[in-house]
């Protein structure tokens, strides 16, 4: 397979949000404008930025590396793009494999790749992790979300079982807001779950995506996984806001602790860096284990 070829004006941006937040909602929105290829959940642009020199130059293990850190895990990775896909696109900068990524997922799922003017990564699970990204030119888009969603949300997922504890979760938040503060401020855009809607237009502008309608041809990556993921098709379809009803499920005892621990956590948001450095290396080292499924 040959390499795809790089589009000279691809750009990149980048999704950046606390698990729960709406990112997917938000990325299958852009997904469908003409000109944006959305890939699948990844915390590869962080893992680029850690790979060694011998992973480096070896196309064969950058491409387990992507895969391995396609979300969820497993040994059938939830992604259009296989191994030899990937492994085709490994050459040059991070920012040319990142596109490069984008460029064979829209080839992959029948869009047009001269058509690709911007290149979306969804990654909200190394976030501070961030040499990858931050070599780049890419843009940066923080999405926040009512804190008492995300931890409502947290008693509907297996994996936020450790999170349905108040100051746990408060924790975990402010080392989020920690890592969101290390962004350059001129590449960064901040938007609020439930104010997508009114903001989407200025959204695009920032990110240069020309209004130029939907795609036309091919499908979203994103549709394509809802077919083995159900859960997913209730969040690539219209923008829906139940939000204020989903809080409605918390006792009030619960929104007063809440409430409580997000307070007196906050003045620690400066020093909550070694936390989340400490979260982001334990999901290298799954990832590298899981990486050698795909060798």
């Known amino acids: 397979m040959s390499h795809p070829t790089n ?39 962080q893992v680029l930025g850690m790979v060694t020199h011998e992973e480096r130059k070896d196309p064969r293990k950058l491409a387990a590396l992507y895969l391995g850190s396609t979300f969820p895990p ?11 896909d990937a492994a085709a696109c490994m050459e040059g900068s991070d920012e040319q494999i990142l ?23 969804k990654t909200t699970r190394t976030i501070r992790m961030n040499r990858g990204p931050l070599s780049t030119s890419g843009k940066f888009l923080v999405l926040r979300r009512n804190r008492q969603n995300v931890f409502e949300s947290q008693f509907r997922v297996d994996f936020g ?3 349905r504890n108040p100051w746990r979760y408060a924790v975990f938040a402010q080392s989020y807001e920690n890592a969101f503060g290390s962004l350059p401020k001129n590449r960064t855009y901040h938007i609020d779950y439930e104010r997508i809607p009114e903001q989407f237009a200025d959204l695009l502008k920032f990110m240069d995506v020309k209004d130029l ?6 499908s979203s990556s994103l549709d394509l996984l809802s077919q083995s993921t159900p859960w ?15 809080r409605e499920r918390l006792e009030p005892a619960q929104k007063r602790s809440l409430d409580r621990a997000l307070f007196w956590t906050r003045p620690l948001r400066p020093i909550m860096g070694s936390i989340r450095d400490y979260y982001d290396r334990r999901s290298l080292g799954h990832i590298r284990e899981d990486a050698k499924l795909h060798i």
């Open 213 to 218: 309608g939907e795609w036309e041809s091919g």
């Open 74 to 84: 497993g040994p059938t990775p939830p992604t259009p793009l296989t191994a030899e």
């Open 161 to 163: 079982i450790r999170n």
């Open 99 to 121: 596109i490069n990524l984008g460029l064979a997922l829209a080839r992959k799922i029948g869009r047009n790749p001269g058509e690709v003017t911007t290149v979306l990564w």
């Open 232 to 246: 997913l098709m209730t969040v690539t379809g219209e923008f829906k806001n139940t939000d204020a009803e989903k």
């Open 7 to 45: 589009s000279a004006i691809a750009n990149l941006v980048f999704v950046l949000s606390e698990p729960r937040s709406g990112s997917t909602v938000l990325s299958a929105m852009l997904d469908r404008r003409r000109g944006v290829i959305s890939l699948p959940e990844s915390s590869f642009p």
